[in-house]
C-alpha cells in the first residue's frame, strides 16, 4: 500500500518562505495540489519519477520550486514569496508515471492526508 506522509505547513507572513515535504514508501511521480475553503482542489506542481521533469501552475511559476530526493522517496515544495492567496490545505499525490494529463486530481491514485499553510497578510 502506498502511503504519504506530508509536513512542513504552518502560519507565516506575506513574503515569507516555506518548505514541505512528503515522504512516500514508493518511488512514484508525485504532485502537490492545494485546497482552499470554499474551492476545488487545484494543481499546484508535479514531478517525474526521476525528477528531471517538473510542472508548475502559473500562479506558482517563480515562487515554488519542486524537487525530490530519490534516496529518502520524499519529494519537496520549496515555496519563496508566499501571498496570502496562498493560503490552503497543501496535499501530496503519487501515481507510477507521469503521462498526459498532469494537472487533474482524478489522475492520480494515492493522496497524503494534507498540511495547513496560512500567509498572513
Known amino acids: 500500500q502506498v502511503q504519504l506522509v506530508e509536513s512542513g505547513g504552518g502560519l507565516v507572513q506575506a513574503g515569507d518562505s516555506l518548505r514541505l515535504s512528503c515522504a512516500a514508501s514508493?518511488?512514484?511521480?508525485m504532485a502537490w495540489f492545494r485546497q482552499a475553503p470554499g474551492k476545488d482542489r487545484e494543481f499546484v506542481s508535479a514531478?517525474?519519477?526521476?525528477?528531471?521533469?517538473?510542472y508548475y501552475a502559473d500562479s506558482v511559476k517563480g515562487r515554488f520550486t519542486i524537487s525530490r530526493d530519490s534516496v529518502k522517496n520524499t519529494m519537496y515544495l520549496q515555496m519563496n514569496s508566499l501571498k496570502p492567496e496562498d493560503t490552503a490545505v497543501y496535499y501530496c499525490?503519487?501515481?507510477?508515471?507521469?503521462?498526459?494529463?498532469?494537472?487533474?486530481?482524478?489522475?492520480?491514485?494515492?493522496w497524503g492526508q494534507g498540511t495547513q499553510v496560512t500567509v498572513s497578510s
Open positions: 499525490a503519487a501515481r507510477a508515471y507521469l503521462s498526459g494529463d498532469v494537472y487533474s486530481t482524478g489522475r492520480y491514485n494515492y
Open positions: 514508493v518511488r512514484y511521480a
Open positions: 514531478i517525474t519519477r526521476s525528477g528531471g521533469t517538473t
